[in-house]
């Protein structure tokens, strides 16, 4: 059992929405580039959602993610074996895995938002 994730301070879960619809402006704007620092969108993504509902499906984490699907289930794959990520069956459909941040991984993720929050509120002028 996946077990539940700690809330986020809402001022840190706004930035993180902030950040994501940063990074897609970013990949609109230049649909021919290959940016590679899809980890990093997917925890941001994993750590709103686990603030939201807990888990996703894997298609939900790899269809918005710019990167040859095998790549990211590979590194899916590798975050769940090293504790970064917990996956489960989908009780509604079987055929479903589910994946969500690990408690640690979280709270992680959560330090570093916050981090970069406060170094890009300084820098606001």
């Known amino acids: 059992m996946i ?5 986020a301070d809402p001022a840190i879960i706004t930035f993180a929405r902030s950040l994501l619809d ?9 649909p021919d580039l290959p ?15 686990g603030e939201e509902q ?8 790899y269809a918005p993610v710019r990167v040859p699907k ?3 289930l590979r590194t899916i794959r590798r975050m769940v074996e090293s504790g970064h990520l917990s996956t489960k069956r989908d009780p509604l459909d079987g055929r479903r895995t589910l994946v969500s941040l690990s ?9 570093t938002l916050r981090t970069m929050r406060k ?3 300084s820098s606001d002028g």
């Open 70 to 72: 095998a790549t990211v």
């Open 119 to 121: 170094i890009l509120m």
């Open 103 to 111: 408690v640690e991984t979280h709270r992680r993720v959560e330090a």
């Open 54 to 61: 807990g888990s996703i499906s894997l298609s939900g984490i």
């Open 3 to 7: 077990p539940p994730i700690p809330s």
């Open 35 to 49: 940016f590679v620092d899809f980890v990093w969108f997917m925890l941001i993504d994993l750590f709103l959602v």
């Open 22 to 30: 940063a990074y897609r402006s970013r990949n609109e704007h230049f």
